[in-house]
Every structure is written in structure tokens, then in C-alpha cells.
């Protein structure tokens, strides 16, 4: 059974850097075709995807978000990380992380199987 | 990176069947997702690819895609469907994942 689960804080304060783990099973990330993404959710609004990591270590952001973001990985934990600098109100957010499968088949696939719960972040001083 | 366009809001009544579209040229290059959200909850994959259900998706979902459109249909709606759907698929340079803005669908 694949279950992934995000753990960080709840409350940072303006400038401050977030850092958020999500540690799953019941796969692993240096199998070929498997990712891990981070995809946030402010309220009320949409899915805002920021950043995925692949088995071969590439890393890939939103351009909007590139030079706050980085995406790392620790395969022997299970463990997948991003860090969030110059944190501001307007990332107040629920915050998923997500299995991605990536692989040609038929056509090109990549899809968002597994979810995790979600970790709600608010920014304020 | 590229856009995915969804309609903001789609209604159906019980039972009837209801097309939720996706437009945008990453579509061209890599099959769109599907995900359900309910309130309050995580999303949930519907479909993925040309058109596969996860095990535990009802058949009455089922996907299509021609050009640069995507869609996902139910067939004889049902009030747990109600929820916000929203497409998902990596740009066509690879470099990036874009996400549909959602629609809400409203089950009369």
C-alpha cells in the first residue's frame, strides 16, 4: 500500500524559510518512472503544482516560485523535502505532496496517483 | 509553461451524464489526469491517460482526448460526484506541471 504524509509546521512567521517533509511507503524513489511532487492549495482558491523530483535526481519548479524553492530527496528515509524561502501571507496553503507516475506507454503518461492528506501552512506574525 | 482551461462551473442533474473539458497545447504531448476534490479533502485521481480508471473509480467515469482537449465524462451522475475536478499534465517542454483552474460540479 502506497501512503505518503506531510509534516512541517503550521504557523511561520513573514521572511521566515519553510521546510516541509513528506516521508511515504510502500514504494521507492529510485525506481525508474517515480516521482514525488509538492502541489499547494491556498483557500478557496486552485491546485497551484511547485516542484517535482524524479528518480534520477532531477528536479524540476514553477517558474513563478524557481528561486524560493528547493526540492531534495533522502531514498533511504523515504523521505522527499522542499524548502520554501522568503515565506509571505499569500502562501498561506495547504500543502500535498504527491506520487507521480511518469512513462511512455501508449502515449506519454504522468499522473498524480497517491495524495497525501495534506499539511495547512499559515504565514503570519 | 502552458495553460489547462476548464470551465469554472458545470451542472447536472441526478442521474443525467456531464462532460468536463480541458484545453491546452501540453495536451498535444502528454494525456491529461483527473482529480476529484471534495471539500476539506485531499484530491483524488479519477483518470490518467487515454482512459484509465485507478481500482476503486466507479465506471461511470470515463476519459477522452482529441488535439488539444481533454474530457472527462460521467454517466449517471450521482450525488457523491459533486466536487471540483481538475485537469493535470507536464508542459511540452517536460520542464514544468500545469494544473487546470477546476470546475465545480453541481449535481441538482
Known amino acids: 500500500q502506497v501512503t505518503l504524509r506531510e509534516s512541517g509546521p503550521a504557523l511561520v512567521k513573514p521572511t521566515q524559510t519553510l521546510t516541509l517533509t513528506c516521508t511515504f511507503s510502500g514504494f521507492s524513489l529510485s525506481t525508474t518512472d517515480m516521482c514525488v511532487t509538492w502541489v499547494r492549495q491556498p483557500p478557496g482558491k486552485a491546485l497551484e503544482w511547485l516542484a517535482f523530483i524524479d528518480w534520477d535526481d532531477d528536479k524540476y519548479y514553477s517558474t513563478s516560485l524557481k528561486t524560493r524553492l528547493t526540492i531534495s530527496k533522502d531514498t533511504s528515509k523515504n523521505q522527499v523535502v522542499l524548502t520554501m524561502t522568503n515565506m509571505d501571507p499569500v502562501d498561506t496553503a495547504t500543502y500535498y505532496c504527491?506520487?507521480?507516475?511518469?512513462?511512455?506507454?501508449?502515449?506519454?503518461?504522468?499522473?498524480?496517483?497517491?495524495w497525501g492528506k495534506g499539511t495547512t501552512v499559515t504565514v503570519s506574525s | 509553461s502552458s495553460e489547462l482551461t476548464q470551465d469554472p462551473a458545470v451542472s447536472v442533474a441526478l442521474g443525467q451524464t456531464v462532460r468536463i473539458t480541458c484545453q491546452g497545447d501540453?495536451?498535444?504531448?502528454?494525456?491529461a489526469s483527473w482529480y476529484q476534490q471534495k471539500p476539506g479533502q485531499a484530491p483524488v485521481l479519477v483518470i490518467y491517460g487515454e482512459n484509465n480508471r485507478p481500482s476503486g473509480i466507479p465506471d461511470r467515469f470515463s476519459g477522452s482526448s482529441s488535439g488539444n482537449t481533454a474530457s472527462v465524462t460521467i454517466t449517471g451522475a450521482q450525488a457523491e460526484d459533486e466536487a471540483d475536478y481538475y485537469c493535470?499534465?507536464?508542459?511540452?517542454?517536460?520542464?514544468?506541471?500545469?494544473f487546470g483552474g477546476g470546475t465545480k460540479l453541481t449535481v441538482l
Open positions: 501540453s495536451l498535444r504531448s502528454y494525456y
Open positions: 504527491a506520487r507521480i507516475r511518469n512513462y511512455y506507454g501508449s502515449g506519454r503518461y504522468f499522473y498524480m496517483d497517491v
Open positions: 493535470n499534465s507536464r508542459d511540452s517542454s517536460g520542464n514544468h506541471v500545469v
